[in-house]
């Protein structure tokens, strides 16, 4: 059997026909440096930005010739878009809000009456969101080491997690079991690390199909939310589920958040769908505390080299274009996936090493930005 090989890998790449049909993917240029560790192939195919739902197959193709290949164990494939300079127009800006006599409800324009308020959880001061346009970046991940670096920092920490139909916080923080109710049905949540943590989860048997409706899943939320002994906290990180649906909307509208991190890719593509997140959250007046750049680059763990596989400094960029806080780059590392894998995050099993320092900072920079905030009141939502 031939040795898995990058020569080996480009050669079937060259077997993927290029978007046009006048070339493979290989001798058109679309293949970015392909890495391989630990049976693992790493790549990127340039594709233009708005080709990109369209040559979504193409990516799935060039990832199946690949996994066919011996030797490989698995392929980390993304489709990655290069703009030239100024070549996209920056995104609208969200028009200012009503003033406080003149606030809406929720459909219709806006009506004079009453400022609607969101209620607060009693006990806890901040409560921030953790969020991204599309799956598969890492937010989970990064929520969940984002808390940990806070409670790392000093801070009382809580985590809720947010997403109903695929809770991921009992595999990520390495807890089973089931939570204790007390008196007037309140839950005693559910603890490691020495943070306390809510998940859907806990209460339906893993691999369960949810198959709720909008109006079931925000009452689920509401009630992990506010039926939760959750105690003194400084901080309670949502990690919301990917998009920008009927949770999301739910947590935006009823819920004080002190603000909003959003978790994107290197990649073009994936900052197009982050845009989504961050124009929601600017449409119901959350501030936006940062952006975080996950998988920025990849460590080898054989040589400790860095290969900027997915690009870099797309995140970085689009913070700086439309004028919110860059919190950060984590690198895509093994030992982050490994441990996350098996419920003991990075912050807490190797606490001094490079990428707990990386989450730590990240978590720093984000509640420099709650505490900025702090004097000012939760704003109504309007609706136009």
Known sequence: MAELSRDRVIEALKGIRGPDLDGNIVDLGMVSDVFISDGKVYFSINVPAERAQELEPLRQAAERTVKALPGVNGAVVSLTAERKQGSTPPPPRPQPAAPAHSHGHSHGPAQSGPQRTKAGVPGIEAIIAVASGKG???????????????????LRVGILDADVYGPSMPRLLGISGRPQQIENR???????????????????????????????????????????????????????PP?????????????????????????????????????MFNKVEVPVLGIVENMSYFIAP???????????????????????????????TISIRETSDAG?????????????????????????????????AAPAIVFE
């Open 186 to 240: 309140i839950i005693v949540p559910m603890e490691n690390y020495g943070i306390k943590v809510m998940s859907m989860g806990f209460l339906v048997d893993e691999g369960t199909a949810m198959i709720w409706r909008g109006p079931m899943v925000q009452s689920a939320l509401m009630q992990m939310l506010r039926e939760v002994a959750w105690g003194d906290l400084d901080v309670l990180v949502v990690d919301m």
């Open 302 to 332: 054989d040589t400790g080299n860095r290969y900027d596989i997915f690009g870099h400094g797309g995140a970085r960029a689009e913070a700086e274009k439309i004028g919110v806080p860059f919190l950060g780059e984590v690198p895509l």
């Open 243 to 279: 998009g920008t649906g009927d949770a999301q909307l739910t947590m935006a509208q009823q819920v004080p958040l002190s603000g909003a991190v959003i978790v994107s890719t290197p990649q073009d593509l994936a900052l197009i769908d982050a845009r989504k997140g961050l124009n």
């Open 344 to 376: 003991t995050p990075v912050v807490v099993s190797e606490p001094d090493g490079p990428q707990a320092k990386i989450y730590r900072d990240i978590a720093t920079k984000a509640w420099e930005q709650v505490k900025a905030r702090s004097g000012r």
């Open 136 to 154: 598969g970046v890492g937010k989970s991940t990064t929520a969940v080491n984002l808390a940990l670096a806070m409670k790392a920092n000093g």
